[in-house]
């Protein structure tokens, strides 16, 4: 089930000049996000012992070198936050921070330290335009899931035929791509502990090319939110771009320390109804 509600944290420059200029958001390639599990390529001695044999070495490397090109290139992703569950006997700082807009570490490191924007997002709606833009290709959306995740070595055994075998170079790609998304909830959706108060939502998709992807977000967006931070000099764009959507547009405060969205504070559409 897509959540009701997501929320993407960018930089201002890229919302102010791509997002919303263009109306669309980008996929990226997977090597691309801040998360080393997905985006480091890994040391090829330091995992495999020489299989004494020079040929089977050197296809030994053409295989990781593949799988790690496949995974890192050719599986685009695009990034959300979403709203955690609401939990009986909840404490005060749980429930203040639930809010996929409430999350200070996410201001801070995705959107230049509270001077960028978090977009709010109809999780339906982009789900319907990702899946009529990029239809032509392999789509999966689902939460991440936090736990120690299995590692990537995990492939030794499952392409251990695959190193005896030796299939041409096609037929190699092929197996892995296969491999992936059969494997995808443990090598896309599984982070460690550590980045649990992401809660994030990702929406994969597979593009055999190394290009992005984009996807038309008109009457996907339901709110901006702009950080604490957010120069007043730019305030303006974010009046206008709210008013030519049609949405609220405000800007998040500190309350006695705690982060405070105040919607609709730049502008707000039902208000100016009300004054007709």
Known sequence: MIPTELCHYTKKDIALEKIFYEGKIKFNQLGRTNDPKESVVYPTVTYFPSLGDKNADEY??????????????????????????????????????R??????????????????????????????????????YKLISKKVCYEKPSTQIKYYDDFQKVIKEQPKIADLRAQIRKHLEEKHAEYFFSKFSTWRDETEYRFLVHNISNQDEFVNIHGAIKSILVGSNFPKVYIPSIEKIAMELNISAGKMLWTNGIPTPQFGSIYNPKKLKATK
């Open 99 to 136: 809010y996929g807009w409430n999350r200070p570490v996410m201001w801070a490191h995705y959107a230049e330290n509270n001077s960028g924007v978090c977009i709010i997002f109809d999780g339906n709606k982009l789900y319907t335009s990702i899946k009529s833009d990029l239809r032509q």
């Open 60 to 97: 030994y490397k053409l295989l990781v070198n593949e799988f790690q090109r496949i995974q890192k290139e050719e599986w685009k992703v695009l990034c959300m936050t979403m709203h955690s569950p609401k939990k009986k006997n909840q404490n005060k700082e749980a429930s203040t921070f």
